[in-house]
């Protein structure tokens, strides 16, 4: 797989994780959660706090930002292997 083709999957997810956080945020007044006994627990968003922002998007965000700094760190550590090698 060629590195901008990572690149552009670790902002995909980015995008994603944030847009997705963003939407959950922002789609309801209130955040209804069922329960086992098939009844739902309804929260209003002034006291959800940082629960109802939480969501696939989270672990999405965090996986690009992982790839992101991966692949920066991985380019970093060739970039100075290449500098060295003509150095030599």
């Known amino acids: 797989m ?9 902002a995909a997810l980015v995008f994603a994780g944030i847009t997705k956080m963003v939407l959950q945020a922002s789609a309801q007044s209130t955040l209804i959660l ?5 009844k739902s627990v ?10 109802l922002m939480h969501c696939w998007g989270c672990y999405a965000l965090l996986l690009g930002l ?9 380019d970093l550590r060739h970039s100075r292997l ?3 090698s003509v150095l030599s």
Do not use: D, M, V, W
């Open 34 to 38: 069922p329960t086992c006994l098939g």
């Open 82 to 84: 290449r500098t060295r």
């Open 2 to 10: 060629k590195r901008i083709h990572s690149y552009a999957i670790a």
């Open 42 to 51: 309804t929260i209003p968003i002034e006291s959800a706090g940082a629960q």
């Open 66 to 74: 992982l790839a992101f700094g991966a692949l920066l760190l991985n």
